[in-house]
């Protein structure tokens, strides 16, 4: 029976680069990027005077293999680090180098780059190497967001008054409300009616949660998912080969539609990128999107909101629209004129269409088209409603359908691996710019993985 006595006792010369297999995804990456360009964006960040610092690209690259290999702690990382031969390859890092400390990285992320856009333009300019590869081509992008569990307590939150700034896009819709509004007005006046329709109500300021251990972070309140503080990453993908060319954090109470259409404009003048056709779930099946979509010249397949009809009453799809009157006719032949605007808390204009109290009065068909308890019909029919029935239309060809089983594919499997295998779970960070930071790292890993993949 042999027994090794003599274990490390003797000096060797190692090669690092026999250690790593052909096949590790260390190599290939190391294969297919150079990193160099990193110094160049991080440059204006470092002084020319005093001791030299630790290498930028050596720093980047620590952390890339964090959220590669799902390891969220930095303290677990500088140990791996320590430990694998791999990493410690990718890093330029020899068997008796020292491994940075994990403090580096939070003083350099508190200090150095504060405030700074660096990681973005990391993260911008591997999709620009992705586009001029051809792994992305903007045909068909498709988005959606996913909850990230923010590092705060659900009992400590205050309610606060604040001031809602929409969207440009949505501004756009409530100036052409403004208009109608106007024109309406101006006709009251000329018939020389004293009473008029209710004003849209004011919408302008709206009462929120505030969490007070990450004000940053948002109470999420949604069918099927849990409660609580979260920040949502809105995510878009182009799906010629699932690259990730935006990602996008904010409060988990902020409304999927909000950022839809700007995140897009931001897409298509950063990387000069033809947008043709876009994919999302009905959450975005909104009068701002559609109208912001059709503004930035993008066909919008976008799943269409089923609206119940409540009480079983009369359907609104009973009531003949006539475009050069304005009016609505009913199923007994009555006419519904404008009376007024309403103005919903997502931000959508509705034209609301009012029958007269003496036709309905003894209409024989009351009963089956609002019941007993109000006086007369109303029909609400959105701002630009023809971009509503026109998705509406396209939502039966087989482009949508095609549209939408991408939209599921990348969407709904990103969002998964990226949450199980590359730290997008939760958080244990604090505030919407180092949340950023690891939404950046978390797509990036991802994009690496399939970049490698397409180009193989």
């Known amino acids: 029976m042999g027994r090794k006595d003599d274990y490390q006792s003797k000096m060797e010369f190692i090669d690092l680069n026999t250690f790593v297999p052909s096949d590790h995804i260390l190599r290939q990456i190391n294969e297919k990027i150079d990193f160099s360009f990193i110094y160049n964006k991080m440059e204006k960040y470092y002084s020319k005077l005093g001791r030299k610092s630790l290498d930028p690209v050596l720093l980047y690259k620590m952390l890339l293999i964090g959220y590669l290999f799902n390891v969220d702690s930095e303290r677990e990382l500088e140990q791996e680090v320590h430990l694998n031969i791999a990493y410690r390859w990718f890093l330029g890092l020899d068997l008796t180098d020292s491994v940075p400390n994990h403090s580096t990285f939070s003083q350099n992320r508190r200090r150095r780059f504060k405030d700074s856009t660096v990681f973005q333009e990391i993260f911008d300019h591997i999709v620009k190497l992705c586009i001029e590869r051809g792994l992305v081509t903007g045909e068909v992008i498709v988005t959606d967001s996913t ?57 302008s300021t709206e009462t929120i949660s505030v969490v007070k251990t990450d004000s940053d972070s948002g109470l999420l309140k949604r069918p099927g998912k849990p409660l609580g503080p979260h920040y949502l990453a809105y995510t878009s993908i182009d799906t010629e080969n699932g690259i990730i060319v935006d990602i996008h954090p904010s409060a988990g109470n902020i409304n999927d539609c909000e950022p839809f259409v700007e995140r897009l404009k931001v897409i298509q003048e950063k990387f000069d990128l033809d947008i043709k056709n876009v994919g999302a779930d009905r959450g975005y099946d909104t009068t701002p999107i559609h109208h912001g979509l059709r503004t930035l010249e993008i066909t919008g397949y976008i799943s269409p909101i089923q ?61 089956a088209c609002f019941g007993k308890t109000a006086s007369k019909r109303t029909v609400s029919r959105p701002i630009a409603h023809d971009l509503l029935e026109a998705n509406m239309q396209r939502a039966k060809i087989s482009e949508y359908k095609y549209v939408q089983k991408l939209r599921r594919v990348w969407c709904e499997g990103s969002f998964g691996t990226m949450k199980i295998k590359h730290n997008l779970y939760k958080t244990y960070k604090r505030g919407i710019e180092k949340i950023l930071e690891q939404c950046l790292f978390s797509a990036l890993a991802l994009n690496l993985k399939r970049m490698i993949k397409a180009i193989n």
């Open 147 to 203: 909850h990230i569990k923010a590092s705060a307590s659900k009992g400590k939150v205050e309610k606060v008054v604040v001031e809602k700034t929409p969207s440009q896009y949505l501004n756009t819709v409530e100036q052409e409300a403004k208009k109608i509004e106007k024109e309406l007005e101006e006709k009251r006046i000329e018939s020389g009616k004293k009473k008029r329709g209710r004003k849209p109500k004011d919408i």
């Open 307 to 367: 609206h119940d009809n409540p009480f079983n009453t009369t359907s609104y799809r009973d009531f003949t629209y006539n475009k050069e009157t304005d009016t609505y006719t009913c199923p007994n032949q009555k006419i519904l004129h404008f009376t007024h605007l309403t103005l919903k808390e997502n931000g959508n204009y509705f034209k609301t269409y009012s029958a007269k109290t003496k036709d309905c009065k003894f209409c024989p068909f009351r009963d």
